[in-house]
């Protein structure tokens, strides 16, 4: 038994060099959680970020835990993180959670908040905040699998893949929310007859051109920054 004693001290000992400082405001009893079990592999990405991202949680109390490892999936809007402790991928139980927050590769971050936007369901999804303010501009990054043509030996054929489906809403504490589409014609409706002149004055002193959603948060920032009130 001394030995067994001897042995494990001595294979503990050896194994704290390695373990990875602890993150700030660390309480690993507080992250909840299941094991994330691997999805089925087809075309296209059931991701919002492949790799594992620098980020910090809030949980539901207010209570933030920073310097973790985390990857958020659009295809069953859950949060993911690297419990680095274990080895082990940990789903964290959404419920327990405000929102949260990722660092890219080109040190943008990308806010995400736990929001309930169906007007006759409790129906609560993570959105990322593109554009805050009074009426402020989210993005529920869905992803869903849906059945694509492919074409193999035997000629055309069906699968599956990871297709997105982007929704984008405005949002008030007061007036609740609005799904908005990613065009000019949608963000100049929201400006109000008044206002559309200068609104496309606007973008075409700054060269904007509305293609897609970098372009649309952009042109949306102008309008906030030169006083063109956005309403729905």
Not at 41 to 59: R, V
Not at 115 to 122: I, K, V
Request: charge should be positive; charged fraction near 25%; aromatic fraction near 12%.
């Amino acid at each position: 038994m001394l030995i067994v004693f001897i042995l494990l001290s001595l294979l503990s000992a050896s194994v704290l060099p390695a373990q990875e400082v602890l993150p700030k405001n660390w309480n690993g009893e507080r992250i909840t959680g299941v094991r994330f079990i691997p999805y089925a592999t087809y075309q296209g990405n059931p991701f919002f970020n492949d790799s594992f991202f620098p980020g910090k949680i809030e949980l539901t109390d207010g209570t933030i835990i920073e310097a973790l490892q985390l990857k958020y999936s659009s295809y069953r809007d859950e949060l993911i993180y690297y419990n680095s402790e274990i080895s082990t991928q940990i789903v964290i139980d959404k419920m327990s959670l405000r929102g949260f927050s990722l660092t890219d590769e080109k040190g943008e971050e990308h806010r995400f908040r736990l929001q309930n936007f169906s007007r006759t369901l409790p129906e609560y999804r993570f959105f990322e905040l593109l554009g805050d303010g009074e009426i402020s501009l989210w993005v529920h990054r869905k992803v869903l699998l849906l059945t694509c043509p492919v074409y193999g030996e035997a000629g055309k054929e069906k699968n599956l893949s990871y297709q997105e489906a982007y929704n984008y809403y405005l949002y008030n504490k007061d007036k609740g929310s609005e799904l908005i589409r990613i065009s000019k014609g949608s963000l100049l409706s929201k400006c109000g007859p008044s206002n559309q002149k200068l609104a496309r004055k606007i973008l075409r002193r700054n060269k904007v051109t509305i293609r897609d959603e970098k372009s649309f948060v952009k042109a949306w920032s102008l309008m906030k920054e030169n006083g063109v009130n956005i309403n729905f």
